[in-house]
């Protein structure tokens, strides 16, 4: 019987350590349910949702594609959205339609941003609220 593949491994891993479930991770990702245990290898496709979902939940770090892919190195990497938008601002269009795409892309960048701190600010008013109540 194959293993699982070594990318389903670390997206376990990086599950675990965030404290995340699979029911949750599966509902909020789009990834369709079970597809971490099967013992085929994981499509572009799904990395691709994976990482999309990292960005909506991730507050100042981000994981890292050389451990996700390779292996190697920490699981995390600093992320400063802001620094991420402005590093990865698209070169100036030269027509109307470039434009367009470009300002939708930007868009979607504030969104995921957007959504980044908003988990954050729901994690950290919970803890607030645990802590009045002492738990």
Not at 3 to 20: N, P, R, T
Not at 31 to 41: A, I
Not at 46 to 65: C, H, M, P, Q, W
Not at 69 to 98: C, H, S, T, V, W
Request: aromatic content about 10%; overall charge neutral; hydrophobic content about 30%.
């Amino acid at each position: 019987m194959s293993k699982i593949s070594h990318v389903k491994d670390k997206i376990l891993a990086y599950l675990e350590h965030k404290g995340i479930t699979e029911y949750e991770f599966y509902k909020n990702s789009k990834l369709s349910r079970g597809v971490l245990k099967y013992q085929s290898g994981i499509s572009e496709d799904n990395i691709t949702k994976f990482l999309a979902y990292d960005r909506t939940i991730s507050y100042g770090e981000r994981v890292r594609l050389d451990w996700l892919l390779r292996g190697e190195g920490p699981m995390f990497e600093p992320f400063d959205p802001a620094q991420d938008l402005i590093m990865n601002e698209p070169e100036p269009p030269y027509d109307k339609k470039a434009k367009k795409e470009n300002i939708e892309e930007l868009i979607s960048k504030l969104d995921t941003m957007t959504q980044s701190y908003t988990y954050a600010l729901k994690e950290v008013t919970e803890k607030i609220k645990s802590l009045k109540e002492g738990n």
